[in-house]
Nanobody, 124 residues
Framework: QVQLVESGGRLVQAGDSLRLSCAVLGGSLFNYGMGWFRQAPGKEREFVASIDSNGGTTDYADSVKDRFAITRDNDKAMVYLQMNSLRPEDTAVYYC?????????????????WGQGTQVTVSS
């Protein structure tokens, strides 16, 4: 049974940096793309960032491009989201997800395993 466990979310101030971590338990990370999504109160879940199976290709939502960076360590079965220059509008629950393919995509339907989420709150 594959489990994804996010950590690192907390309350920060605007302009701060934060790194989220996602541990993939009970399954392989090597052959699968990974993604981060977020959901703010009253809003739909939205794509944040994705990375393919070997880390060679990344993709970002326009709203986080040049501020966030997704990386992965396949040997440790970990995926990370480095978030810099945080803004109040980045406040959301952040979810890690494993794609069903070695590539990745910005569409939630391609991901078949999801974590429970970690709360990030950015105060102004």
């Amino acid at each position: 049974q594959v489990q994804l466990v996010e950590s690192g979310g907390r309350l920060v101030q605007a302009g701060d940096s934060l790194r989220l971590s996602c541990a993939v338990l009970g399954g392989s990370l090597f052959n699968y793309g990974m993604g981060w999504f977020r959901q703010a109160p009253g809003k739909e879940r939205e794509f944040v960032a994705s990375i393919d199976s070997n880390g060679g290709t990344t993709d970002y939502a326009d709203s986080v491009k040049d501020r966030f960076a997704i990386t992965r360590d396949n040997d440790k079965a970990m995926v990370y989201l480095q978030m810099n220059s945080l803004r109040p509008e980045d406040t959301a629950v952040y979810y890690c997800a494993r794609h069903d393919h070695y590539s990745s995509s910005p569409y939630a339907y391609g991901y078949n395993y999801w974590g429970q989420g970690t709360q990030v709150t950015v105060s102004s």
